[in-house]
């Protein structure tokens, strides 16, 4: 097996850059004039930084389209084999042209290959994640076993009849079925797995490794499919060939600096499906350097939690979109931060306002105008607010849960 996927794996950042401008603006002419998104008219791209002047989707924007226009809400959508469905519901299109969810660059790099037998514990029904699997398992000339979840004993005796060599599934899963076999006095031979859709924890990554299994995995969605993934440096997620990922104070379309933690936003370039600025609400950190493996993309941290901060102050919702809103109003502002806390059993909204100088009173009525209800205002120096992500800080102590 060849080290890397393709050439694209080893390209230099200029010739990256200079490959996905012209796939980018190749997607913007794709979807001119489609009343299905967000960017009703856009011009062609001079560089990839005016990525962020387009507006931001967001899942809502979709699920609106779609109620109005089904099935995919009038977006350019071509070669359309499956319709999925997510919650909300959101309906996701899939095809069987190529490997339309990219995951066959990720299954390379955790080792299948044509002689592995993948038993896919992916889940097959209305949702896309188990033909996302098999389609990056085809990609890499594996055969697979279209397993789902449950049925653990049969799952034991099939992966012990056939022979079955690697795992894709949730992470906590395989242990099941290992833990199933033992039970049943079987042994399998699994040895390497691929895994996605919750958190691998340590602990369990070295129970398969003490087993003899090799697990590495991956961050996907359902609407772009991989986004970033493990190889065997295990240093950080690399990013996928296909797409262009943004980090970005959440609820805004304003990139961070790099490092800070903020809301992925994946820009896809697959023709078949142009998502241009798809939130999709996870936190992350951009890495620096290059992964020890020799794959020249950028990295990532992998999730870091949700950006949906929205919190209940005064029995108000405040949302990261208002705090937006609040710092749009002010040219001066840099970035602002609500925190919420209690003070004589009552709610207290404070607003951290991060700019050179500027004028409290004038924050104090934007506050009210932008989140509906009065709170304090704190200056702050330029750079003094943290860099973690959060716009919303929850402070109080609460034994209950708060909706």
């Known amino acids: ?211 003899g299994i090799a697990c590495l995995q991956s961050y996907a969605t359902a609407d772009v499919g991989n986004i970033a993934y493990e190889s065997a440096a295990m240093e950080g997620m690399i990013l996928d060939e296909q797409i262009i990922v943004e980090i970005v104070i959440p609820g805004t379309g304003t990139p961070v ?4 933690i903020g809301e992925v936003l994946v820009t896809s370039l697959n023709p078949d499906y142009p998502l241009i600025r798809f939130a999709t609400g996870d936190m992350s950190a951009v890495m620096a350097g290059q992964s020890p493996c020799g794959r020249t993309n950028t990295r990532i941290k992998g999730w870091m939690g949700r950006a949906d901060q929205t919190t209940k102050i005064k029995g108000m919702f405040v949302r990261p979109e208002q705090v937006a809103a609040f710092v749009s109003r002010h040219e001066e502002v840099d970035r602002a931060r609500v925190i919420a806390s209690r003070e004589g059993e009552q709610d207290i909204l404070t607003v951290q306002v991060e700019c050179d100088g500027g004028d409290a009173d004038a924050y104090a009525a934007s506050v009210v105008d932008t989140m509906k209800m009065k709170g304090k205002v704190v200056v702050c120096d330029l750079g003094a607010l943290p860099r973690d992500g959060l716009v919303i800080e929850d402070q109080r102590k609460i034994g209950r849960a708060h909706v």
């Open 257 to 260: 600096f790099p490092g800070e």
């Open 1 to 211: 097996m060849t080290t890397f996927y393709d050439d694209l794996e080893t390209r230099s950042a200029d010739q990256r850059e200079a490959d996905q401008l012209a796939a980018l603006n190749g997607q913007l002419a794709r979807i001119a004039g489609h009343g299905g998104t967000s960017v009703s008219d856009p011009d062609k791209l001079l560089d990839l930084t005016g990525l962020a002047t387009l507006p931001v989707l967001r899942k809502s924007d979709l699920a609106k389209w779609q109620s109005e226009k089904p099935p995919f809400g009038g977006m350019p959508v071509s070669n359309v084999a499956h319709i999925f469905q997510s919650p909300g519901p959101i309906y996701e299109p899939g095809g069987i042209t190529h490997d339309w969810w990219r995951m066959g660059r990720f299954l390379h790099a955790a080792g299948f290959g044509k002689d592995d037998i993948v038993q896919n514990c992916f889940g097959y029904h209305l949702t896309p994640a188990g033909m996302i699997f098999e389609s990056g398992a085809r990609a890499v000339g594996a055969t697979v076993l279209p397993a789902g979840t449950g049925q653990t004993e049969l799952q034991v005796t099939a992966a012990r009849d056939i022979g079955t060599t690697a795992y894709v599934g949730t992470p906590d899963y395989l242990k099941v079925i290992l833990d199933k076999a033992d039970q049943m006095g079987v042994t399998l031979r699994f040895t390497k797995a691929a895994v996605g859709g919750g958190a691998l924890f340590p602990s369990l990554r070295q129970e398969y490794a003490d087993r």
